[in-house]
Each structure stands twice: as C-alpha cells, then as structure tokens.
C-alpha cells in the first residue's frame, strides 16, 4: 500500500514530503473558503523555505510562529522544517512581555507574523535582542527554487512547543520529529482514525490538542480538515460547520461543549449525528457537561475522554469510539481510558517518596513513559530533572488513579489541588457545583492560606451572567452558592466572589489559571471587577438547613 510509505516515514518533515509525493491533488484542509491541497502545501513552503534561507535563517536557528489560524502558518511551519530551522509556535495575543520572555527563552533568531500582530511583535522583539528579522509572508513567499532539503534526523529537535503555563510561567518542550511521528501514529490508532473520516476543529495551531492532534495527525491518514479560528465569538459556527460537511470527528476541551449549551439554545437547522467521536481533553471532563451536550444535540455515545499533556507531545490515553462511559465507584470521576500502544502509566504517590507505584483506585500523582515523552524544557536543565527521570519516566503534575483493568482517571492538577482541614478537595468538584448555578456564568475555586485557621479557606470566584442584577439579587445568588457547595460537596466556602465575564485568568487553550488567581485575589487585583462582595472579606451567613 502506498500509504505505508506515509507511515513509515521518520520524520515530521519526511511524513508530509511523502504525503504530497503520493496525493498531491488531496485536500489537506479547507480554510476561509479555500482548500489547501498536500501539493500546494509542500510547493509553497519550497518558497518559503527560500524566503527564510534569504532572511539569515539557517539549520538550527529558531523561529517563532505569531499567526492566527491560517494557511501562512503551515507554509511558514513546513518551510521552516525543510531547512533544519526549529518552528516555535506562540499565542498570537500573549502581551508584549510575555512574548519578549519566550523569545527570549527560546533564543528565537526571526519572528514571522503577519501585519494584524505586527505592532506587539516589533515591541517584544525590541525586547530579545536575539531577533533579527522579523518577517511577514510577502518577505517570505520568495520567487526562488527552495533550499536543499535538509534531511532531518529522527532524534533531531523538530519544534519547541510551549506550555499553556496553567501552573506558571510556560516551559519551552522539546519535541524531537521521533516524539511527534510517533505520537501521531498512536493516536491516529487510538482514535481510530481514518481516511473516511472528515475532521471539524476550531483549536489554535500554538497549542498542542490543536497543532499535533488535529493539524499533524490527519496528513497520517489522508483525513480532510476543516479549520475554524479559534475566538469564535458563536459556537454556533463550529456546529453548524460540522452539520454542513457531516463530520465525524471534532475535538473540544470541556468549555467548548459547555460554551455550546450556554449560547445555543435554538438547534434548528443543526444535525451532529454524523460525528462518531468528540474528544474531550486540555481540561477537567465533567460528567455532567456531556450528558447535556449529548441530550441537548441528540447524540449517545459520542463525546469521549482523553488525556495527554504537551511534555508528552500530546496523547496519553483516549477512550474508544461508541464504547460506553467508565465511572470510578463513586460516580464522580470518568475514565480517560487505558494508555494509548505503547504508552505506559504508573501512579506514585504525591510527595514523591517511594517508586512503588499505588494499589489500583489509590489516587496519587500521574507518571508517563511513551515515545512522546519529550527530550527535556529548552535551556532549563534545573525543571527538566524535576519532572523527567533518567529511565525516562515524566512527572506529570496531574493527580489520578489506576482502577484494577489499567483504567486511568485523572481527577486534578496536584498544584491545584485545595486542603481543607486536611480533606483533599479537587477544584473541579466545586466548579462543577457552581457552574450549575442560575446567574453562573463561569466559575473557578482556589484554596488560600489562612494563618488564623492554620488550614486553606475555600475562595469561589463566580463570573455573573447579569452584571446590573440588584444587591439583593446577588445575594441570593451568593447564599444559593454556598448551599449548594456546602450541601454536595461538604464544604462551605470561606469567601465568594461575584465577578465580571471574562475575570477569571485562563490559559492560551482556556485552562484556568488557579494559582494566578490566588495571586490575584491575595493581592487585591480584583478589585475593580467584583460586582458584589468584597475583595477584603465577604461574610456569609448559614444557609438554612
């Protein structure tokens, strides 16, 4: 078969110069109207690679990728590759020092962007005085023959992808082309995907579950794609996008399906029954948030969990198409699935003491072995040991469990991870609680230090649906938030928030950023957006029993 010579293909670079050698007429994907052939892909980026080659870039150098979701990005990114130059994609609204900070981090020598983000790409840049060119596509799309091919090996660093930062400041991951061939492999079988399949994503290209999984894995199995931009202001877009060319595969973390039930109330004109799969990643999956979804579109079975982190290129567990749901004995937590071929899980516990991994349903923290797991954070030796053993075991920072049939339930990040009067509570329970709330528009909860109780107090901060409600509207709303986390969850939180939309601090692919806001609320950043409660103390009185 010579789709075969597709699959065993070393390299990154090597997987798509076949792809368009052996289908150069199929589409890769549709975009803005427009289709993106595997021909025209490897074609332009010939020119490109020109264009890079006469701006001073050479095998080895890095070059950050500020694009929106376009057909530019691919032809820069392929480009790049075919002449040894590493690809750093970064989010294109990350704030001018924020940038500054990675392209620093990265030793990044050009920054291609195109004139939307050009202002802030000039600031940062006057930042990191390593950058010397920043190039947009006109300066790239050369007239020329492209550069010799480089010929990369599979060891060679393909691209360094950036953590979200959800636990701090982001980590450049070095992602070797053996790490991501090999992930897309995997996963294409895990998600069983292939040709007959027709894939739907509104994902960013910066970010991994975007970029690897829906971008980098379909050219394994000539799957078409179809991009959206990621700020879709409607969601209605992707649904309707996926009713138009009867997907059967989309992926979403869990606030995308959420935003789906908040904002598409009318489904007339939209038919999802063509999707087989909708994984569901990047965050907490809630339970609750597919059994509305699936009612809501009239779907079953077809909104599965999955796992995976960018120090593993991506996957770490998907679950089965059409296969029912697995809960752990207290319903509370869904499975992701076993590990995908050729991935290994094991749960230690917490404070690192011990390599003895847990008994099955012992939750502890998540380590991972795979093809994907990374070489290492770019030029930071000190967090790569803390997270990655000589053996090649990753540290993940997630918290979990194994159930006795090697099941993998992911239950919380254990940096998040709230203490109350030593009870380890995960965010996402009260969130869950929370977000159910009439006049709830989003929700985060934190756990803060108190000196005078010697334990962490539980802090909700609650973005409003109204933001003109009366005071004693949001009163109610506020004692109808502490019945109800107190009344399924056991605790009553110790302060409640009530804030404006768009408050709570988020990631480039929409995690929460807990400890930001801990910082926020510690530090009274809040102040001008608390619509009622104060960032000081709110005091609460009992809800009736």
Sequence with gaps: MADQEVHAAPTLTEMMRRRAALTPDAPYFYLYGDTITYGRLWDVSGRYAAGLARGGLRAGDKLCLIYPTCAEFFFTFFGALRIGVVPVPLYPTLGVEATARILNDSETGAVATIGWFRKGVDESAAQAPGVRAVLEPSDLDADAAAPAYAEPDAEDLAFLQYTSGSTGHPHGVMLTHRNVVSTIKFMAEAAGLTAEDRVVSWLPLYHDMGLIGCAFTPPLTRTPLWLLPPDLRNPRQWLELCTEVRATFTVSPDFGYRNCLRHVRDTAGLDLTSLKAALSGAETVRRSTIEAFESRFGLERVISPCYGLAEATLAVAIWPRAVPLRFDPSGRFLSVGQPCPGVAVRV??????????????????????????????????????????????????????????????????????????????????????????????????????????????????????????????????????????????????????????????????????????????????????????????????????
């Design 348 to 545: 230690l516990a917490p404070d690192g003491v011990g390599e003895v991994p847990l008994a099955p349903a012992e939750e502890g923290e998540i380590y991972v072995q795979s093809p994907g797991v990374m070489r290492g954070y770019y030029n930071n030796a000190e967090d790569t040991r803390k997270v990655l053993s000589p053996d090649g075991w990753l540290r993940t920072g997630d918290l979990g469990f194994l159930d006795k049939d090697g099941f993998l339930y992911v239950t919380g990040r254990l940096k998040d991870l709230i203490i109350l009067a030593g009870e380890n509570v995960p965010p996402a329970d009260v969130e869950e609680v929370v977000d159910l709330v009439d006049g709830v528009r989003y929700s985060a909860a934190v756990g803060i230090e108190s000196e005078r109780a010697g334990t962490q107090r539980l802090h909700v901060v609650a973005e409003v649906r109204s933001e003109s409600a009366s005071p004693d509207e949001y009163h109610g709303l506020v004692r109808e938030i502490v019945s109800r986390v107190h009344k399924q969850r056991g605790h009553r939180p110790a302060r409640v928030l009530l804030v404006r939309a768009g408050t709570v601090p988020k990631t480039s692919s929409g995690k929460i950023q807990r400890s930001r806001l801990a910082q926020m609320i510690r530090d009274g950043e809040l102040h001008d957006r608390i619509v009622y409660g104060t960032p000081e103390r709110t005091v609460l009185s009992p809800p009736p029993s």
